[in-house]
């Protein structure tokens, strides 16, 4: 790994804990008074949710800057030349390691075996693409499933506000994050795995080598199938929201009981 790369996983990772505890709290408290009345945890969640969606926006619009105009990378797949993809990978693996962090320290309240487990498998491949520049296109691929993310966060903020289901930003939102999270987890796997099968017995996969084979085939394998369970939840929370099976009818804009605070931290960053 290049002084560049390490450079912008240190500077991710550091500026990730400074918008979680200095400017997340300041922001917050200007956006909405509800902030300030939620308990501790929720604190804690909700300073991570919104670190999560920045580092979303950040990462999936720079993902699609390279998706639409960095030929190299679309040229060859496996070898083009990864200098964008690689400060993008970065920037990702300063944010997993603070969230990792995060979420060790916050276990108790916080604590979530499947995101850990997406978590470290996302690490494993993307450090070949760091270290060895390889795959630069189904890395950045990859990346486009955070586009996701901002709509599973406002979902979390809007129950933590304690906003009725039934409340029309609610289901919109809801809507939204299941059709983006289709579109960007799901819908895309038929193309994505047609592309890594056009480079089975290349040359190019060949000088690849085991190691990277293995790690590329197994983590894209193990968050398919991550995506694929929190796309049923998904699907099935909607489906209850939509058909008035999510709770109790309130007027819009009133404030009703929530079971967010029994709710346990899931997934806010897939890839």
């Known amino acids: 790994m290049e002084m560049r790369e390490l450079t912008v996983v240190a500077g991710s990772f550091v500026g990730f804990q400074l918008l979680f505890s200095v400017a997340s709290p300041l922001l917050s408290s200007a956006i909405t008074p509800g902030y300030g009345r939620l308990p501790p945890t929720k604190l804690t969640e909700w300073n991570s949710r919104l670190v999560s969606t920045v580092h979303a926006l950040i990462v999936g619009l720079f993902c699609l800057y390279i998706l639409w105009f960095d030929d190299a990378v679309n040229a060859n797949p496996v070898w083009g030349d990864p200098g964008l993809v690689k400060l993008n990978v970065a920037i990702t693996c300063g944010y997993l390691l603070y969230d990792l962090v995060l979420l060790a320290c916050n276990w108790s309240t916080m604590g979530d075996s499947f995101f850990v487990c997406h978590h470290l498998a996302a690490l494993y491949a993307y450090g070949y693409v760091l270290t060895r520049g390889v795959l630069p296109y189904f890395a950045n691929f990859r990346l486009i499933s955070e586009l996701s993310t901002p ?13 009725p289901r039934s409340h029309r930003m609610v289901v ?3 809507v939204a994050m299941s059709v983006v999270f289709f579109l960007v987890r799901i819908a895309v796997m038929p193309s994505y795995w047609a592309s890594v099968f056009a480079t089975f017995g290349t040359p190019d996969f060949e000088r690849l080598g085991l190691g990277a084979q293995v790690a590329w085939i197994t983590s894209c394998i193990a968050l398919d199938i991550l995506n694929t369970v929190w796309m049923y939840k998904i699907t099935r929370g909607c489906y209850k929201v939509m058909t008035g099976r999510g709770g109790q009818k309130v007027k819009e804009g009133a404030e009703a009981p929530t079971s967010s605070d029994k709710t346990k931290h899931v997934n806010n960053h897939t890839d």
């Not at 709509?151 to 906003?163: M, P, T």
């Open 151 to 163: 709509f599973v966060n406002q979902r979390w903020f809007f129950e933590a506000l304690k906003y």
């Open 172 to 174: 919109l939102n809801g």
